[in-house]
């Protein structure tokens, strides 16, 4: 009798058709080893940290602060508008990409996820999912947002609450799963 | 047309009137760049990290067990009781005091949030909220305290419990929102 | 009038009867003070993070990948299957033994806690639960399990969910606490 074909083979799944890294090899590297532990330091200051994204491919507006122990996957794959704040241990895990508009604050710890898995292919294929957050939008703290959320503007997601899809404009959601709790 | 105001303008935004730092600039910084990465480290024991605290202005009791990469914004408006155990990678995030009674234990990995927004003022306002633990409390691994948190004495906090308000004397919350699902 | 006794008793508290750490001192201290440390750094590399962990008595089996900022309590109370992903900041707090089969992807930031307390007791006792995870299950993005947890083959926790007792084959559970919502 022949073995089942295993369902999941990690360490090998299929990449979405058509993804790639978006950049050479060297700068993830480089990105890797020397630009994510700089970042992610604890050494204050928002201008350098500012400059050594932008170095990397990122789009960074004006204003703002960028705090200690920030991470983000990919420079390159990252828009953020004027006067944000990234609160410390911020982690951006953006293998697909993030953009994040103006006046947004993201507050402490808060992840956002954009990988995601076929838990239903034989090769638990990875699958991206871009998140984009509107104008005066705000993340609390230890907040989770889930591959492809759109959290549109002037929306708060609460302390710690893990959000999905879309948040609607001036919506407050809160909880795990997070659901609308009220209106700004 | 004028451009509408910005609703949030961060980097910029307003603390609570009155509100100070309460503490020297000078030792802000030593703090930062020097206490905080030794307290966060990987380094085992308690009785250093007690010293390095108390020198920093932190009061903290007799007994117990301070663990290995434990995060304090500000010592000095830190108080903890006897025989209280700050587990591994604990962070308290002390912009306002944080209160915490005899024989508490924090888990691995809570945090204590105290800063929170007035997301209804044009400056997106700082807001702060001290925290309370009473006596023979449990704060269990991952849980998260909302600023102006107070935890009764002999509550529990469950594990990765998002918990806010009054949790009462005595009652195990859990869930994110937490709610009561027992009485110890 | 006599002072009540403590409810807890914290860094005295009492061990579950029979249990030892499963390694000699001094292996405890050197995995602590230098494996640690190394298998939870920024360095990419899964070979050598294998290595590692085998040198302290875990068992791994082939194929698969271990990231970066991986944690493991100890590495003799580990055994994990073949073709596993255990992501960045994967935090394997296993003071019980955690065991993991084939195909298993733990995404980054998942938490597996095996300490509990018993609240109840006069000491609160330390109460230990072990973790069971099987083939070709997923454990999504900063999910939590709790001791004692078995999650049977094919099950999938969600992004951020906190899941305790027994999550059954092919069930997909999410929210915390987490709860089922589909079939795989």
């Not at 993804?19 to 050494?43: I, K, T």
Request: glycine fraction near 16%; hydrophobic fraction near 45%.
């Amino acid at each position: 009798m022949a073995t089942p074909a295993p369902i999941q083979n990690l360490g090998g799944y299929q990449l979405p058709p058509g993804w790639s890294p978006g950049a050479p090899r060297g700068l993830q590297v480089l990105w890797m080893l020397l630009g994510q532990p700089l970042l992610g330091s604890e050494l204050p200051g928002t201008g350098w940290r500012k400059a050594l994204l932008r170095g990397f491919g990122a789009r960074i507006g004006a204003g703002g602060r960028l705090k200690p122990r920030l991470r983000v996957k990919f420079p390159w794959r990252l828009a953020v508008g004027e006067h944000c704040w990234l609160g410390e241990a911020v982690w951006i895990d953006n293998l697909a990409p993030v953009t994040i508009g103006d006046r947004v604050c993201l507050s402490q710890g808060a992840y956002l996820c954009t990988g995601n898995h076929d838990f239903r292919s034989p090769g638990f294929d990875l699958q991206l999912g871009a998140i984009t957050i509107g104008a005066d939008a705000w993340i609390a703290a230890q907040a989770v947002l889930a591959p492809g959320t759109e959290v549109q503007e002037r929306a708060v997601v609460g302390l710690g609450a893990v959000a999905s899809g879309t948040v609607a404009a001036g919506t407050i959601v809160r909880g795990n799963p997070a659901v609308a709790v009220a209106q700004r």
